[in-house]
T-cell receptor, first 110, second 113 residues
Framework: GIQVEQSPPDLILQEGANSTLRCNFSDSVNNLQWFHQNPWGQLINLFYIPSGTKQNGRLSATTVATERYSLLYISSSQTTDSGVYFCAVATSGGSYIPTFGRGTSLIVHP | NAGVTQTPKFQVLKTGQSMTLQCAQDMNHNSMYWYRQDPGMGLRLIYYSASEGTTDKGEVPNGYNVSRLNKREFSLRLESAAPSQTSVYFC????????????FGSGTRLTVV
């Protein structure tokens, strides 16, 4: 099946700093999402982005499908950004079943 | 406007006991999924239902059964719980088609002692 690798596995930031999280995948995908899992365990959908660029406030994401990677940008980080960020991809050949990466754990210190 | 609702939120079982985790969605989605999340492992697919009346195994189906009761509801059953099934369980749903994202429930934290 498709392999999903996220980097870095852990990230510690000071409030106000910027960061870039990366998701590499091993095959062409039709579906890619970024999720934030907050410290209470809730999975929050950030972006549905199989290709192109999207922005939502301080967060933006870019997927370059031809090169099989996606980037999540967090600008001016806040303590509420802490948690784990997951990339999940799916292909039509896999019945659109999402495969998750192992996540990037982000801690933002005040 | 609830999205995906999971019950219960927390559960403690003794080894060998059985229980059913409930999941319901009100978005008229065709596909539903059950995942488990273990520390450092990300989310792993247990079972999924591409449409009402169908179910298929995922990556880690052993020890579980599922029922797609109707379009709204997809339950996960542990017939004889084992400590290895201690985990956080997430249900998700999506509309059919390649260009739709997934919506997750808030999870069930299960401990088997």
């Amino acid at each position: 099946g498709i392999q999903v690798e996220q980097s870095p596995p852990d990230l510690i930031l000071q409030e106000g700093a910027n960061s870039t999280l990366r998701c590499n995948f091993s095959d062409s995908v039709n579906n890619l999402q970024w999720f934030h899992q907050n410290p209470w365990g809730q999975l929050i959908n950030l972006f549905y982005i199989p290709s192109g660029t999207k922005q939502n406030g301080r967060l933006s994401a870019t997927t370059v499908a031809t090169e099989r990677y996606s980037l999540l940008y967090i600008s001016s980080s806040q303590t509420t950004d802490s948690g784990v960020y997951f990339c999940a991809v799916a292909t039509s050949g896999g019945s659109y079943i999402p495969t998750f990466g192992r996540g990037t754990s982000l801690i933002v210190h005040p | 406007n609830a999205g995906v609702t999971q019950t219960p939120k927390f559960q403690v079982l003794k080894t060998g006991q059985s229980m059913t985790l409930q999941c319901a969605q009100d978005m008229n989605h065709n596909s539903m999924y059950w995942y488990r999340q273990d520390p450092g492992m990300g989310l792993r697919l247990i079972y999924y239902s591409a449409s009402e009346g169908t179910t298929d195994k995922g990556e880690v189906p052993n020890g579980y059964n599922v029922s797609r009761l109707n379009k709204r509801e997809f339950s996960l059953r542990l017939e004889s719980a084992a400590p290895s099934q201690t985990s956080v369980y997430f249900c998700a749903s999506r509309r059919t088609g390649w260009d739709y994202g997934y919506t997750f429930g808030s999870g069930t934290r299960l401990t088997v002692v």
